[in-house]
């Protein structure tokens, strides 16, 4: 790490040589990496990724809340990415970002899905009841890849075929948001397939009867929406929707696994599920940076950071930061941590966040119905350069409650 350097008259910012979309950062699921930075201060320099780190609760809360200075068009770490991303809400500012997320939380609002509830808490029943059945999984393939996968299929009516392709196209948009680096250039070709299909194979009519896909696409039959903005929700969906839920689920299932007391608490009062979802997210942030670019020059925590510079809201550490959550380190399910930003916060808050709850709420309520006890046996990390998933889980020793 090195010593603070200066790039205002009479301003110094912290510098550190970390890279975040490295192997060694994207590799280790804790707070080490983000404790440094934030014990340097509210903003740090990072040359690797030519980027302003911001690492405090307050201040990226503050940015958050500021969106004519913190420009949502450098959402991604490279131009490529964001050129491609401009016509959707996650890259754009306002007045454009209203009417391109009014159609989508249109879609995607709790009334909209409310018709669904039953069908996913019917789902999780019987994925957890076969679990327990066989005594042991793989936590992620066979649970928090295959639920989140078919619960969208279905929402987006999709029926068959494209079940082994919606992971390698969730994989590779998000790694596509991190700087051109060799798994950001590998993933092109996939999330090209993922565009294509969304914008010029997928045939509406093909869409199930009823379901929110078949919806939009009627909207844009009638003029209400462009025929582009049906393949921009229908992508951003599968996108935005996946990796994130994947990788909260297997969280999910770790933390619970490793901490058996609180397992326990879970299932004594299953009115704790919503809270648990909130700790599961805050402790191990699913996606822990996002970019935004300084429109202006901007004072923030007494740091300069220039108009134009690339800043990186690093929402994993804020999540973590003990000036706003005492014992962060701890995973305690009864903390409420309502306020997190792992859906970040403001305008661009998660425009899916009713869907990832309704679907992971389901999951937990029925693993801690069904279950008594369980293990975590090895959990090997998959690296991606905005999520945080893992691989592998193994899931051991089922006892059924
Ligand atoms: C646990 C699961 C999820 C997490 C942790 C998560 C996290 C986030 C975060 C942090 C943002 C803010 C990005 C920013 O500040 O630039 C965001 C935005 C977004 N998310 Fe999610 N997300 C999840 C699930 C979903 C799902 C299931 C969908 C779609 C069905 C979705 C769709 C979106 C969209 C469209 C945006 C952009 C909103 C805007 O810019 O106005 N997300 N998500």
Not at 49 to 75: C, I, M, Q, W
Not at 165 to 190: C, D, H, T
Not at 311 to 325: E, I
Request: charged letters at 20%; aromatic letters at 6%; proline letters at 6%.
């Amino acid at each position: 790490m090195s010593a603070p350097s200066s790039t205002a008259p009479g301003v110094s910012v912290p510098t550190s040589d970390i890279d975040l979309f490295s192997d060694e950062v994207l590799s280790v699921n804790d707070d080490a990496v983000f404790a440094q930075l934030r014990e340097l201060g509210p903003v740090v320099y990072l040359p690797a990724n030519d980027s302003y780190a911001v690492t405090r609760y307050e201040e990226v809360r503050a940015a958050l809340g500021d969106p004519a200075t913190f420009s949502s068009k450098s959402v991604a770490f490279n131009p490529q990415m964001n050129e491609i991303l401009s016509g959707t809400s996650l890259a754009s500012d306002p007045p454009e970002h209203g009417k391109l997320r009014a159609i989508l939380t249109d879609n995607l609002s709790p009334r909209a899905l409310r018709g669904m509830k039953d069908d996913i808490n019917a789902s999780a029943e019987k994925l957890v009841s076969e679990m327990v059945e066989r005594g042991s999984f793989d936590g992620m393939a066979d649970m928090a890849v295959a639920f989140p996968v078919s619960v969208v299929l279905d929402l987006i009516g999709v029926q068959g075929g494209l079940r082994e392709k919606i992971l390698p196209w969730g994989e590779a948009a998000f790694n596509l948001l991190g700087p051109l680096n060799e798994r950001a250039q590998a993933s092109f070709p996939v999330a090209g397939e993922l565009f294509k299909w969304t914008h010029e194979e997928m045939q509406g009519e093909d869409l199930a009867e009823g379901s929110i896909g078949r919806a939009i696409f009627e909207a844009s039959e009638r003029g209400e929406i462009s025929h582009e903005s049906f393949g921009y929700i229908v992508h951003q969906i599968l996108a935005a929707g996946m990796d994130t839920t994947i990788t909260t689920i297997g969280n999910a299932l770790v933390l619970l696994g490793q901490n058996p007391e609180q397992f326990q608490k879970l299932r004594e009062d299953l009115s704790l599920v919503p809270s648990a979802l909130a700790e599961v997210i805050r402790l191990r942030t699913p996606a822990p940076v996002f970019g935004r670019r300084a429109t202006r020059d901007v004072e923030v925590g007494g740091t300069l950071i220039p108009a134009g510079a690339q800043v990186a809201l690093c929402y994993g550490s804020a999540n973590m930061d003990p000036r706003k959550f005492d014992n962060p380190e701890v995973f305690d399910i009864t903390r409420n941590a309502v306020d997190h930003i792992g859906f970040g916060y403001g305008i661009h808050a998660c425009a899916g966040q009713g869907l990832a709850k309704l679907e992971i709420h389901g999951l937990l309520s029925a693993w801690a119905k069904q279950v008594a006890s369980y293990r975590i046996g090895a959990v090997v990390p998959r690296l991606n350069n905005f999520t945080r998933p893992y691989e592998s889980i193994e899931v051991t020793d089922i006892v059924r409650a």
